[in-house]
């Protein structure tokens, strides 16, 4: 099993800078690839960003949110910059022991919990 735990969240007015974290623990050895999902209510669960244990990544926020990967600590960050409005969104890291990045949700083995992130106009 493995345990992600999100942190890094909060309430921040548009333009600003956020940088999420997920610090990864039990059997992360079975893990290769790492992704930020975000759901705002009332919609689906969209894939943000993705990379792998090698550093290759993918993101669908182009220009704005930048995924890294620190495979030491475990860990794997989103730095989210000139936030919008609508990316008010719960965000879930995920990690998956596929051997290839993945960008559905229901290829993800596990998740965290979700922490918040609001921005206001």
């Known amino acids: 099993q493995v345990q992600l735990v999100e942190s890094g969240g909060g309430l921040v007015q548009a333009g600003d800078s956020l940088r999420l974290s997920c610090a990864a623990s039990?059997?992360?050895?079975?893990?290769?690839?790492m992704g930020w999902f975000r759901q705002a209510p009332g919609k689906e669960r969209e894939f943000v960003a993705g990379?792998?244990?090698?550093?290759g990544s993918t993101d669908s926020v182009k220009g704005r949110f930048t995924i890294s990967r620190d495979n030491v600590k475990n860990t794997v960050y989103l730095q989210m910059n000139s936030l919008k409005p609508e990316d008010t969104a719960v965000y879930y890291c995920?990690?998956?022991?596929?051997?290839?990045?993945?960008?559905?949700?229901?290829?993800?083995?596990?998740w965290g919990q979700g922490t918040q992130v609001t921005v206001s106009s």
């Open positions: 039990g059997r992360t050895s079975s893990v290769y690839a």
């Open positions: 995920a990690a998956a022991s596929r051997w290839y990045l993945p960008q559905s949700s229901r290829e993800y083995d596990y």
């Open positions: 990379i792998s244990r090698s550093g």
